[in-house]
C-alpha cells in the first residue's frame, strides 16, 4: 500500500514539473507588444510591455530610499482615430509620501533621448485621460501614482532607437531619474510596438 502511494505522489511529481515547464516555455515567447479591448468605453488600446524604469537615489533621506518610474507607449484606437499616450507609474520606497505629494513636478516631464529634449504635458491622472474605464498597466506598487501624456510616434520612436534615455521633471522640482538598468526587454518591447504601428 506504501508502495503505491509513494508510486502516485511521484508521478504526480513529475506532471506538475512538466507543465510548469511546459507553461514557463510557453510564457517565455510571449509577445513584448499587447492589446486589449476596453470593456466599458470600447476603445482598442496596443501597449508595449514590459515598461521602462528610472530611478532617483534618495539616500541622502534614508538609507536605500528611492523614487521610481515605470514608463511604457500606448496606442488609442477609437474607431479608427489613433492617438498615442506615453504612461508613468510613479512611486517612491518611502512610505511617508502620500500619492497626491508624488504627483508634484509631473504636470510636465522631459525625456532625453541621446540628449534631445522631449517636453511632454500631462493628459491626465486616471485612465479616463485616454478614453479607457480601467487601467492598462498593474501599478508597480499599490502606492504608485498614474500619469498619462500625449506623445507623437516620432518622439516614441526617437525614444526606442536612443543610447541614453533620461526622465526630468520641470517646474520647481528639476529631479532626473536614470534608467534603472539596460533596459533591453522594454527597448524591444517599444520596437516591436513601433513596427506594429498603422502609421
Same mark, same amino acid.
Given at each position: 500500500?506504501?508502495?503505491?502511494?509513494?508510486?502516485?505522489?511521484?508521478?504526480?511529481?513529475a506532471?506538475?514539473?512538466?507543465?510548469?515547464?511546459?507553461?514557463?516555455?510557453?510564457?517565455?515567447?510571449?509577445?513584448?507588444?499587447?492589446?486589449?479591448?476596453?470593456?466599458?468605453? $470600447? #476603445?482598442? *488600446?496596443?501597449?508595449?510591455?514590459? !515598461?521602462?524604469?528610472f530611478?532617483?537615489?534618495m539616500?541622502?533621506? =534614508? +538609507?536605500?530610499?528611492?523614487?521610481?518610474?515605470?514608463?511604457?507607449?500606448?496606442?488609442?484606437?477609437?474607431?479608427?482615430?489613433?492617438?498615442?499616450y506615453v504612461?508613468?507609474?510613479i512611486?517612491?520606497?518611502?512610505?511617508?509620501?502620500?500619492?497626491?505629494?508624488?504627483?508634484?513636478?509631473?504636470? $510636465? #516631464?522631459? *525625456?532625453?533621448?541621446?540628449?534631445? !529634449?522631449?517636453?511632454?504635458?500631462i493628459?491626465?491622472?486616471?485612465? =479616463? +485621460?485616454?478614453?479607457?474605464?480601467?487601467?492598462?498597466f498593474?501599478?508597480?506598487?499599490?502606492?504608485?501614482?498614474?500619469?498619462?501624456?500625449?506623445?507623437?510616434?516620432?518622439?516614441?520612436?526617437?525614444?526606442?532607437?536612443?543610447q541614453?534615455?533620461?526622465l526630468?521633471?520641470?517646474?520647481?522640482?528639476?529631479?532626473?531619474?536614470e534608467?534603472?538598468?539596460?533596459?533591453?526587454?522594454?527597448?524591444?518591447?517599444?520596437?516591436?510596438?513601433?513596427?506594429?504601428?498603422?502609421?
Amino acid at each position: 500500500m506504501n508502495f503505491q502511494i509513494t508510486h502516485w505522489v511521484r508521478l504526480l511529481g513529475a506532471c506538475t514539473l512538466l507543465a510548469t515547464l511546459a507553461i514557463g516555455g510557453c510564457s517565455s515567447s510571449t509577445s513584448l507588444e499587447r492589446s486589449k479591448l476596453d470593456p466599458v468605453t $470600447s #476603445v482598442t *488600446i496596443r501597449y508595449s510591455d514590459p !515598461p521602462m524604469v528610472f530611478y532617483r537615489d534618495m539616500s541622502g533621506r =534614508a +538609507a536605500f530610499a528611492r523614487d521610481f518610474v515605470h514608463t511604457a507607449a500606448l496606442e488609442v484606437n477609437r474607431s479608427g482615430s489613433y492617438r498615442y499616450y506615453v504612461w508613468l507609474g510613479i512611486w517612491t520606497t518611502m512610505n511617508d509620501r502620500m500619492s497626491d505629494q508624488a504627483r508634484e513636478g509631473f504636470e $510636465s #516631464v522631459v *525625456i532625453f533621448a541621446d540628449g534631445e !529634449p522631449l517636453p511632454l504635458e500631462i493628459a491626465g491622472w486616471t485612465p =479616463a +485621460a485616454i478614453g479607457a474605464s480601467e487601467p492598462v498597466f498593474l501599478k508597480p506598487v499599490a502606492t504608485a501614482t498614474d500619469a498619462y501624456y500625449v506623445v507623437t510616434e516620432d518622439q516614441l520612436r526617437l525614444i526606442a532607437e536612443a543610447q541614453d534615455v533620461r526622465l526630468q521633471l520641470t517646474g520647481p522640482r528639476d529631479d532626473t531619474y536614470e534608467p534603472w538598468d539596460n533596459q533591453r526587454a522594454a527597448r524591444n518591447g517599444l520596437r516591436q510596438f513601433l513596427k506594429a504601428s498603422v502609421f
